[in-house]
Nanobody, 123 residues
């Protein structure tokens, strides 16, 4: 599966960005999708995940209430709407494709990664 993320950029604290990730190479609607981020010097962490149908989602505590993950199976695309951004959200954001229909609670649920898009939040 190939993943192409876009939508990153520079935004002031309190602002919003919407990330998109277009997938190709397999039946998109059969698999969970996720967004991860990695800041310099830090480990990669999961931000949000969504199951194959879009009816079940997971969010890291740090982004609950501010970020929303969604998917459009007809367009083979997953989105991450990020509101009320904080400087600590500054990272490279990666979309990831699941190995099965749901997120299991472990990063091992994901087997393919996109190239990343930089999100920078200024204070």
């Amino acid at each position: 599966v190939q993943l192409q993320a876009s939508g990153g950029g520079l935004v002031q604290a309190g602002g919003s960005l919407r990330l998109s990730c277009a997938a190709s190479g397999r039946t998109f609607s059969n698999y969970a999708m996720g967004w991860f981020r990695q800041a310099p010097g830090k480990e990669r962490e999961i931000v949000a995940a969504i199951n194959w149908s879009g009816r079940s989602t997971y969010y890291a505590d740090s982004v609950k209430g501010r970020f929303t993950i969604s998917r459009d199976n007809a367009a083979n695309t997953v989105y991450l709407q990020m509101n009320s951004l904080k400087p600590e959200d500054t990272s490279v954001y990666y979309c990831a494709a699941g190995t099965g229909p749901s997120y299991s609670g472990s990063s091992s649920s994901f087997g393919s990664w996109g190239q990343g898009t930089q999100v920078t939040v200024s204070s």
